[in-house]
């Protein structure tokens, strides 16, 4: 471009400098045949004022020269069609010119002798203006077409060549899994060596972050292991320790029942021995013929007594047996069938009256109507039993007095809820979650197995499909909650075998 408008305004230049040249030249032709042509055309020496027109044709630009004056003068030069030689032109002969320069013929300031036209053209001074273009052009061109190749080549050479290369390393490292592939090789000291030297600090900073993340990601991995390790280990001791605690919980229940059991099997051992001692005395008095009737009398009244004392601590142990025996309660063995909820919780509490009757504890039912249960009577007088006993002997501590109300209603279509609450003295609450564990009781010892709650969970869950909740303050008594259907769950063979 730049090359373009410097052609340009050397052309303009040069055209105007032609111009001025020609007119120049035009002034000073004008001059000197104003001079010299006086001179031949009064001598009527027309070999001369040939002469002097075919010195002033000697100037490209000028075509012919005609003189015409008085007495039939009439003389024209002008260049032959080959341009090469100069020849006389016919009188009449008009030359093609786009200039005409006439000239007066006055001899010695006087007398006019005639007119000299001069025909011009500037054909000649174009086609030099247009070869000058046209050189100008090719100049430009060839210009051009040298820069062109010189740029291609060093922008090949110094830009895209090195681009290439960057993009193939480029490629290459982001196809490579390995970061320290990701270094360029140094391509020298220009531009692109700088950029190859930033990029390979960039890379070198992934490589250190990616190694410090990778070393992380390892001691991450290795703690992740250690912790799942410990975990195992930790479930492993939990484990050990709940079998363990149900271990002791079951060694100490044992040695409850084992202390229980000893004082009624003891008390019989010793008394039935004593009525073996007591029948062999007598057996002898009696062989011997000294039998009195006041001797058969105390015997009696012993082998009376012996048996009743028998008879109840056998039966003790029996009922300690018995409800040792109720954690494998088989559920199976439950018969099931629709009843009337209400009804029922009656009877349950007029069966149980002996028992608290002489604690005189209250028992009150309120139970809406119409609470028709397709489900296990046996399991919920079970459920409803334990949990009375429970308040009357932990909330009341088999003391006189008290209340306890059972409530059952109808929570949703499908569903009710029953609540036996006693204000008693409640549980303190760090024993509140442990309620319903196997052999958690507060009466180890003292006829309490911790299994009655635990059977209780089991049955709701399993027997009734329900769920149970506990609440309860120190002091301020304890309700036990039971959410169940109205229709329980069928029992699977497996279930059932559970
Ligand atoms: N109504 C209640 N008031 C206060 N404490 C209670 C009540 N019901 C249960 N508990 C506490 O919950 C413990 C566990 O009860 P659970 O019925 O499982 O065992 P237990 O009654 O001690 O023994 P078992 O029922 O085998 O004779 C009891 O020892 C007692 O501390
Ligand atoms: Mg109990």
Redesign the pocket.
């Known amino acids: 471009m730049v090359v373009a408008i410097t052609g340009l305004l050397s052309y303009k230049q040069n055209r105007n400098q032609d111009e001025e040249d020609y007119q120049a030249q035009r002034a000073s032709l004008q001059a000197r045949l104003s001079l010299s042509l006086p001179h031949g055309v009064w001598q009527m020496d027309d070999s001369y004022t040939r002469l002097t027109l075919d010195a002033e044709l000697g100037w490209a630009s000028v075509v012919a020269i005609r003189i015409t004056g008085d007495a039939g003068l009439n003389i024209g030069r002008s260049r032959s069609a080959d341009n090469a030689t100069l020849r006389d032109m016919a009188p009449a002969e008009k030359p093609s010119s786009d200039d005409v320069l006439l000239i007066p013929i006055i001899y010695q300031n006087r007398e006019k002798l005639g007119t000299a036209t001069v025909y011009l053209s500037r054909s000649q001074l174009e086609h030099r203006q247009h070869m000058h273009l046209l050189e100008i052009l090719l100049e430009i061109l060839l210009l051009d077409g040298l820069i062109f190749i010189v740029m291609t080549y060093n922008l090949n050479r110094f830009v895209f060549a090195p681009l290439k290369r960057l993009q193939e390393a480029l490629n290459l490292a982001a196809s490579s899994d390995d970061a320290s592939a990701l270094r360029l090789e140094q391509q020298g000291q220009d531009e692109f060596g700088a950029v190859t030297h930033s990029f390979n600090r960039i890379v070198d900073r992934i490589s250190a972050d990616l190694a410090m993340r990778t070393s992380a990601e390892a001691q991450a991995r290795q703690e992740r292991d250690n912790a799942k390790l410990a975990l195992r280990q930790l479930v492993q001791t939990q484990q050990t320790l709940v079998e363990t605690e149900k271990l002791a919980s079951l060694g100490s229940l044992v040695a409850g029942v084992a202390h229980e059991i000893n004082t009624p099997v003891g008390i019989t051992l010793t008394t039935a021995s004593h009525l073996a001692t007591t029948t062999l005395h007598i057996t002898e008095k009696l062989d011997n013929g000294g039998v009195k009737k006041s001797d058969f009398q105390a015997y009696l009244d012993t082998a009376k007594e012996c048996c009743e004392l028998i008879l109840s601590n056998a039966e003790r142990a029996a009922n300690l047996i018995h409800?040792f025996k109720q954690v494998a309660v088989d559920q199976t063995s439950e018969q099931r069938r629709d009843f009337q909820l209400n009804d029922y919780l009656n009877e349950i509490v007029t069966s149980l009256k002996p028992r608290f009757k002489r604690s005189q504890t209250s028992i009150a039912i309120d139970c809406e109507d119409d609470l028709l249960l397709d489900s296990y009577p046996g399991a919920v007088s079970q459920v409803v039993t334990?949990l009375l006993v429970?308040?009357l002997?932990?909330?009341f501590d088999e003391k006189p007095g008290g209340t306890i109300q059972i409530h059952a209603e109808r929570c949703s279509n499908s569903e009710i809820r029953l609540s036996v609450k006693?204000d008693?003295?409640?549980?303190p609450a760090e024993?509140l979650n442990r309620?319903f564990d196997p052999f958690?009781?507060?009466?180890r010892g003292s006829?309490?197995?911790?299994?009655?709650?635990?059977i209780v969970y089991n049955i709701i869950r399993q027997r009734l499909g329900g769920t149970i909740e506990v609440h309860s303050e120190p002091g301020k008594g304890?309700t036990f909650t039971i959410t169940m259907p109205c229709i329980a769950p069928e029992i699977t063979h497996r279930e059932a075998r559970e």
């Open positions: 409800s334990n429970n308040a002997v932990h909330g006693d008693g003295k409640g549980i024993n309620v958690f009781t507060t009466r006829g309490g197995s911790g299994l009655g709650l635990h304890s």
